[in-house]
Nanobody, 122 residues
Framework: VQLQASGGGLVQPGGSLRLSCAAS????????LGWFRQVPGMEREFVAF????????YHASSVRGRFSISRGNAKNTIYLQMNSLKSEDTAVYYC????????????????WGQGTQVTVSS
């Protein structure tokens, strides 16, 4: 599967963005999916996870209450709604397909999108 993340950009603190992750080659039905983010020189950081059915969702404590992961009705897209953005949310955001292991670790994912830049600045 190929994953394509989009929707990033420049936003002021307190603003909102919605990231999308679309799959090509097949649908994302039946797969858990996650969002991670990374800043230069740092490890890739877990942001959110949604299981195959959409019934279970987990968010990192740093974004809980502000970000929300969801699945699209088209079955081949997931979203990350980001509200009340802060400067520390600035990063490249990646979507990934879950394979096995702890969902909050990058090693648990076996397919990654190319990333989309989110910059929060006034």
């Amino acid at each position: 599967v190929q994953l394509q993340a989009s929707g990033g950009g420049l936003v002021q603190p307190g603003g909102s963005l919605r990231l999308s992750c679309a799959a090509s080659g097949r649908t994302l039905s039946g797969y858990g999916l996650g969002w991670f983010r990374q800043v230069p020189g740092m490890e890739r950081e877990f942001v959110a996870f949604i299981n195959w059915s959409g019934a279970n969702r987990y968010h990192a404590s740093s974004v809980r209450g502000r970000f929300s992961i969801s699945r699209g009705n088209a079955k081949n897209t997931i979203y990350l709604q980001m509200n009340s953005l802060k400067s520390e949310d600035t990063a490249v955001y990646y979507c990934a397909q879950y394979s096995d292991g702890d969902y909050y670790t990058a090693q648990a994912y076996d397919a990654w999108g190319q990333g989309t830049q989110v910059t929060v600045s006034s």
